[in-house]
């Protein structure tokens, strides 16, 4: 009798929240235990299975010197590796970092630096190992992490959409937030996902699941300006979740 598959989770710098996205699957995280072997979950279970593994979903970005050696491990022990949120593609919210001086971070929040072991960065967990699908979000859509665990173990592509928030917004029905209101939203050049779910209350797009692939960036700023944002503010509409994400990143805190 072959043996079911193997799914591992892991964890690097990050809140937990696509983890426990995972977790709030719950009947269908049921369904799934019967279908693979969940060999390695510690948010889930102390339960820990020697690899290989066939499917790894890893959270978090790469932070320490020792994080860059265990995700090395972690590709060396994973058929298949994805990451999973906004920490994991593109270095988090903790990669304003990047743009700063750390030595100046360490020494203001802890009392004795020195014992602080870090990297001057916070990066996405493709610039270390080779990743075979990256899963957006801030957190993840428990739907589309489903869809992506589920087309892996079939041996076919994800069938997760490559469009802007804009396209969410239409299907839906929604009036648009900036047309209608003068609301800045960053909709146009954000990953589909979320289901517009703030322009589902009237608010314009965070950009929680980071830039679309072609987003055009340039064309979005002279709207969020007539929006009533200055250039410091627009900097600052980018300099969240996914502030170290290419397209976004040249509008974050250095611009």
Same mark, same amino acid.
């Given at each position: ?133 990256? *899963? #957006?979000? /801030?957190?993840? !859509?428990? =739907?589309?992490?489903?869809? %992506?665990? +589920?087309? $892996? ?70 709207? *969020? #300006?007539? /929006?009533?944002? !200055?250039? =410091?503010?627009?900097?600052? %509409?980018? +300099?969240? $979740? ?14």
């Amino acid at each position: 009798m072959t043996s079911p598959p193997t799914l591992a989770v892991w964890k690097f710098a990050s809140c937990d929240g696509c983890q426990l996205t995972l977790l709030d699957c719950e009947d269908e995280l049921l369904t799934l235990a019967e279908e693979v072997t969940i060999a390695h979950f510690l948010e889930a279970s102390v339960d820990v299975r020697p690899g290989p593994y066939d499917v790894s979903l890893v959270e978090g970005s790469i932070t320490t010197p020792g994080d860059v050696e265990r995700i090395r491990r972690v590709r060396e022990q994973s058929r298949v590796l994805i990451t999973i949120g906004a920490c994991a593609t593109a270095g988090g919210i903790q990669a304003l970092r990047n743009f700063a001086d750390i030595d100046e971070f360490r020494s203001a929040v802890y009392a004795s630096p020195h014992y602080i072991d870090t990297l001057a960065t916070s990066t996405a967990i493709a610039a270390h190992v080779t990743v075979d699908f990256e *899963l #957006r979000g /801030c957190p993840i !859509d428990r =739907g589309q992490l489903l869809e %992506v665990i +589920s087309a $892996f173990l079939a041996g076919r592509k994800p069938d997760i959409p490559d469009t802007s928030v804009c396209t969410e917004c239409k299907r839906r029905g929604l009036t648009c937030v900036t047309v209608a209101h003068g609301e800045p939203c960053l909709g146009p050049v954000t990953h589909a996902g979320c289901g517009a779910l703030c322009p589902g209350v009237n608010r314009g797009c965070y950009g929680c699941f980071g830039p679309m692939t072609g987003a055009n960036v340039a064309a979005l700023v002279p709207l *969020l #300006r007539r /929006c009533g944002l !200055d250039d =410091g503010d627009v900097d600052r %509409v980018f +300099s969240t $979740f996914n502030v170290a994400a290419p397209a976004f990143a040249d509008r974050g805190p250095r611009a």
